[in-house]
């Protein structure tokens, strides 16, 4: 059995390094995008099992990445963002995410809906 791969974009290399300590625990394989561009490029080249999607990135927001990544990839993506959630949610879902959590996330249900996605 192969490692599932993640893909984590986000600016923030604080939010990449505590993801990516919480998610290594679980033997995952993981990969970093910092902004829009790097994030459709590693979609490309690694083909991940799933994707971790801040939406405030250089280079095009969130949807953007998702709404290319809709033509590339069936892979789930779950939006992690600090914007408000009430008005980003259904937007998200809309726009592809499985699952929208709130920085910073509950790590215990962000790594149970890992889980149950892969």
């Given at each position: 059995m192969h490692k599932k791969?993640?893909?984590l974009v986000d600016d923030d290399t604080i939010t990449l390094r505590v993801l990516s300590i919480a998610l290594g625990v679980d033997n995952f394989e993981i990969f970093y995008a910092q902004d829009a561009v790097q994030a459709?490029?590693?979609t490309l080249q690694e083909k991940p099992d799933l994707t971790i999607l801040d939406l405030g990135l250089p280079g095009g927001d969130g949807y953007l990445v998702m709404?290319?990544?809709a033509n590339l990839t069936v892979n789930p993506i779950i939006v992690l963002s600090s914007r408000e959630e009430s008005e980003n949610k259904q937007k998200t879902i809309k726009?592809?995410?499985i699952?929208?959590?709130q920085k910073?996330?509950?790590?215990?249900i962000l790594l149970k809906t890992i889980?149950?996605?892969l």
């Open positions: 791969k993640i893909l459709i490029d590693a709404e290319q990544l726009a592809g995410a699952a929208y959590f910073p996330p509950d790590m215990k889980k149950k996605l």
